[in-house]
């Protein structure tokens, strides 16, 4: 595995976020309702911190293919991200020893707002 930064790009659009929060019974308002979230003086609803895990995951499994088991992940929440916004993943390879791979990630907006970090995982391919 190359030590270069491996990325992977997503928009978190509205449905995707009702989709999340129907799959994880998390129905906070501040996801989803308008008059709710203008009370606050927040123009959109605000990503799920969780899923910036989800996503961390997902893009594992793309870099690394799906034979691939993350055996650990861990994750820091610094900013929120609102609907419509799009995320990057970055991963960076720290260590590969007889198939354990070592990755520092941190997830940001494509504007440079850092939404998670620091990150890491931990990666077996069989």
Same mark, same amino acid.
């Given at each position: 595995?190359?030590?270069?930064?491996?990325?992977?790009?997503?928009?978190?659009?509205?449905?995707?976020?009702i989709?999340?929060a129907?799959?994880?019974?998390?129905?906070?308002?501040l996801?989803?309702?308008?008059?709710?979230?203008?009370?606050?003086?927040?123009?959109?609803?605000v990503?799920?911190?969780? /899923?910036?895990?989800?996503?961390?995951? #997902?893009?594992? %499994?793309?870099?690394?293919? =799906?034979?691939?088991?993350?055996?650990? !992940?861990?994750?820091?929440?610094r900013?929120l991200?609102?609907?419509?916004?799009?995320?990057?993943?970055?991963?960076t390879?720290?260590?590969?020893?007889?198939?354990?791979?070592? /990755?520092?990630?941190r997830v940001?907006? #494509?504007?440079? %707002?850092?939404a998670?970090? =620091?990150a890491?995982?931990?990666?077996? !391919?069989?």
């Amino acid at each position: 595995m190359s030590s270069d930064e491996l990325t992977f790009e997503r928009t978190i659009e509205l449905p995707d976020m009702i989709a999340y929060a129907g799959a994880t019974w998390d129905w906070h308002r501040l996801h989803y309702d308008m008059s709710y979230l203008r009370e606050r003086d927040l123009d959109r609803p605000v990503v799920d911190g969780q /899923v910036f895990g989800a996503y961390l995951a #997902i893009a594992l %499994r793309e870099w690394f293919g =799906p034979d691939a088991i993350i055996t650990g !992940l861990s994750l820091r929440f610094r900013n929120l991200v609102f609907a419509g916004e799009t995320i990057r993943c970055l991963g960076t390879v720290t260590s590969e020893v007889d198939g354990r791979i070592e /990755v520092d990630l941190r997830v940001e907006t #494509i504007t440079g %707002r850092i939404a998670v970090a =620091p990150a890491s995982a931990t990666v077996h !391919l069989p």
